[in-house]
Nanobody
C-alpha cells in the first residue's frame, strides 16, 4: 500500500506561483511513474503533469506547458509541482497519483493510476 498526501494548495492571485508537494509513505515510490491531476467543480478529473520513475521523462497538459514543472526527490519520497503564472482556470483540487505498473510509458488517463491522495485545493482569483 502507498499513502499519498498532498500539500501546498492555497489561494493565489493571477500571475502568482504555488508549489504543491506529494509525500508518499508505506512504500518507496522511486520505481513508479507519478502524476498530478486536477478536478474543477462540475468537471472531470484531468491530467496535469507526470514524471517517469527516473525523472528523465516528463509530460504536461497543453494548458500548463511552460508554466508548471513536475519534479521528484527520491531521497524524500516526494513529488512536487511548481506552478507559475497561475490563472483562474487553474482553480481546482489537485491530486497526486501513482502508477505502479512499472511501464516506461507515461499514461494520461486517471484510470491508469492505482493510488491517489486526498487532494489539495488551489484557488486562483483576484
Amino acid at each position: 500500500q502507498v499513502q499519498l498526501v498532498e500539500s501546498g494548495g492555497e489561494s493565489a492571485q493571477p500571475g502568482g506561483s504555488l508549489r504543491l508537494s506529494c509525500a508518499a509513505s508505506g512504500r518507496t515510490i522511486s520505481r513508479y511513474t507519478m502524476a498530478w491531476f486536477r478536478q474543477a467543480p462540475g468537471k472531470e478529473r484531468e491530467f496535469v503533469a507526470a514524471i517517469s520513475w527516473s525523472g528523465g521523462r516528463t509530460a504536461y497538459a497543453d494548458s500548463v506547458k511552460g508554466r508548471f514543472t513536475i519534479s521528484r526527490v527520491h531521497a524524500k519520497n516526494t513529488v512536487n509541482l511548481q506552478m507559475n503564472r497561475l490563472s483562474p482556470e487553474d482553480t481546482a483540487v489537485y491530486y497526486c497519483a501513482a502508477d505502479t505498473t512499472g511501464t516506461v510509458l507515461i499514461k494520461l488517463s486517471p484510470r491508469s493510476y492505482e493510488y491517489w491522495g486526498q487532494g489539495t485545493q488551489v484557488t486562483v482569483s483576484s
